[in-house]
DNA sequence: GTCTATAACCGGATAGAC
DNA sequence: GTCTATCCGGTTATAGAC
């Protein structure tokens, strides 16, 4: 078989995933990764050659998954209620299950902001149909008058702060307790729906 | 006089937060502090014993800035409408100068959440009278029914993620066009504030 | 208090045996 | 492909002269 990736290689990618997107870059140590896979330091080396090499690897990894998770969201949509709904409501799930994800990826994204940058431009044609989209349903009347850019701002701010600030929200709203902080996220994806909706909708009661 | 702060000491401690704040902990090298304090290397040691020292000065000193105007804040309003405004605006405003600080605060306090939260919670007091404050407002009858934390949480994320993720909306959205994002910025709290207003006052138009 | 020199350590990377 | 041993550069930290 072409394409074919040894299983050693394939541990280091996940174990250098665990351990860059929990850390950062600088943060990150080559032995780290090396335990974290159960297996010797040099292979690391081996296989990727530098830390900065690795590094490429898992970011390009990490950022085309979501990226492909929300291009899905948006192609399968056709009204803003199903934009809204089903964005708001896949994106809070997958940080459900990887927290740390969008602190990494904005974290490391101001560290060599060039780089970054054009690997996310590769992959951006799906912007298009979102604004034609917005600015479609834009004509609708019982609708108010908002930049559709501020309101993707505000959808995306809203659903990933809570993840990125949880340690403050958890221990300077929550005082720490871990149960309603873990139930204020249950809700956030049906609140910020029913938010959204009753600011761009006229009459949404 | 006591309490008196030698010059070099304040040079320090200015150059550390310019340093740590862009770079974070693990990215910040002695050296660059020491030259962008235009002093010698060993003097950081000589005041401040460890870099880790150091940092907690830093960050104590970052942290308890933003706490303090937020505070005030709170502090000068007695209903929703003028909280929101104030705080949407002051916080922005903040922002604009201090961009990096919220990327700072939310990457350093995964590094080390147990230390952080201590710090945290010495400051919480002007917590209680935010939460009264919407809890007693809830009564008006001109207001939809929200939980007040997830409307806290709406408002700090739109406030916050724009700067957070600032690289990305500027490349991603925008093109790389520095013009339309600072554009973007200026209206960002006219923005909140009219979303905010628009999606939790009944007949607010 | 400030400087120069250097110690002590750590972490990424490589050489070379198996 | 995998392992052990080691190198080498860089970074924090200290010693000691001024």
Same mark, same amino acid.
């Given at each position: 078989?072409?394409?074919? =990736?040894?299983?050693?290689?394939?541990?280091?990618?996940?174990?250098?995933?665990?351990?860059?997107?929990?850390?950062?870059?600088?943060?990150? #140590?080559?032995?780290?990764?090396?335990?974290?896979?159960?297996?010797?330091?040099?292979?690391?080396?081996?296989?990727?050659?530098?830390?900065?090499?690795?590094?490429?690897?898992? /970011?390009?990894?990490?950022?085309?998954?979501?990226?492909?998770?929300?291009?899905?969201?948006?192609?399968?949509?056709?009204?803003?209620?199903? @934009?809204?709904?089903?964005?708001?409501?896949?994106? %809070?799930?997958? @940080?459900?299950?990887?927290?740390? @994800?969008?602190?990494?990826?904005?974290?490391?994204?101001? #560290?060599?902001?060039?780089?970054?940058?054009?690997? =996310?431009?590769?992959?951006?044609?799906?912007?298009?149909?979102? %604004?034609?989209?917005?600015?479609?349903?834009?004509?609708?009347?019982? %609708? #108010?008058? /908002?930049?559709?850019?501020?309101?993707?701002?505000?959808?995306?701010?809203?659903?990933? /702060?809570?993840? =990125?600030?949880?340690?403050?929200?958890?221990?300077?709203?929550?005082?720490?307790?871990?149960?309603? /902080?873990?139930?204020?996220?249950?809700? #956030?994806?049906?609140? %910020?729906?029913?938010?959204?909706?009753?600011?761009?909708? =006229?009459?949404?009661?």
């Amino acid at each position: 078989m072409v394409n074919e =990736i040894s299983n050693t290689e394939e541990k280091i990618v996940k174990a250098a995933i665990v351990v860059f997107v929990k850390k950062g870059y600088d943060g990150t #140590r080559m032995q780290e990764i090396a335990d974290e896979a159960s297996i010797n330091k040099s292979l690391l080396h081996y296989y990727f050659r530098s830390k900065e090499k690795l590094f490429e690897k898992v /970011f390009a990894n990490v950022f085309s998954e979501v990226i492909k998770s929300i291009t899905q969201v948006i192609e399968a949509s056709s009204t803003i209620e199903e @934009l809204l709904e089903s964005f708001v409501s896949t994106y %809070i799930n997958l @940080l459900k299950t990887k927290p740390y @994800l969008p602190n990494f990826v904005l974290h490391e994204i101001n #560290r060599k902001p060039s780089v970054m940058v054009d690997m =996310i431009n590769s992959k951006g044609e799906n912007k298009i149909r979102l %604004i034609k989209l917005l600015s479609q349903e834009g004509e609708r009347n019982d %609708i #108010r008058e /908002f930049d559709p850019i501020q309101i993707i701002v505000d959808v995306l701010g809203m659903s990933i /702060f809570p993840f =990125i600030a949880a340690p403050i929200i958890k221990g300077f709203i929550f005082e720490g307790d871990e149960d309603t /902080f873990n139930n204020f996220i249950k809700e #956030r994806a049906k609140h %910020i729906i029913n938010f959204v909706k009753s600011a761009i909708f =006229i009459n949404s009661d």
